[in-house]
């Protein structure tokens, strides 16, 4: 089990939970310093519209959706000391959960791909 795996599984927060702490995370001011600063937030957009469109969908998938919250739980927790520091740790998180669950990612953005183009 590596440091992600601890990382996850030490998280307890619920979808709602998560949903509601980004949408407080991002309404701070965010300075976005670096390029892998950005490329983490395009991935907790990505997860939180993931976790917000599960209501409407029915996805049965339960380990990806609990893993995209505590990902977005843990995103959305106090800053640390060194900040620099806590972004590339929460950007490591975010490419693991996302290398980790890539089929169920891709899946969805090709349903979401469907349902627009039927509209």
């Known amino acids: 089990m590596n440091k992600f795996e601890n990382i996850l599984q030490n998280q307890v927060c619920t979808v709602e939970e998560a949903i509601s702490k980004y949408k407080a995370f991002r309404k701070s001011k965010i300075i976005i310093t670096t390029e892998f600063i950005k490329n983490l937030y395009y991935y907790a957009d990505l997860f939180y519209k993931i976790l917000t469109s599960t209501k409407y969908l029915n996805i049965s998938n339960e380990e990806p959706i609990k893993d995209l919250a505590k990902a977005l739980c843990y995103i959305s927790s106090p800053r640390k000391r060194f900040p620099i520091l806590g972004y590339i740790e929460?950007?490591?998180?975010?490419?693991?959960?996302?290398?980790?669950?890539?089929?169920?990612?891709?899946?969805?953005?090709?349903?979401?791909?469907?349902?627009?183009n039927a509209f």
């Open 90 to 116: 929460d950007y490591r998180l975010v490419k693991y959960v996302f290398r980790k669950h890539r089929d169920f990612i891709d899946s969805y953005l090709e349903t979401n791909k469907l349902l627009l």
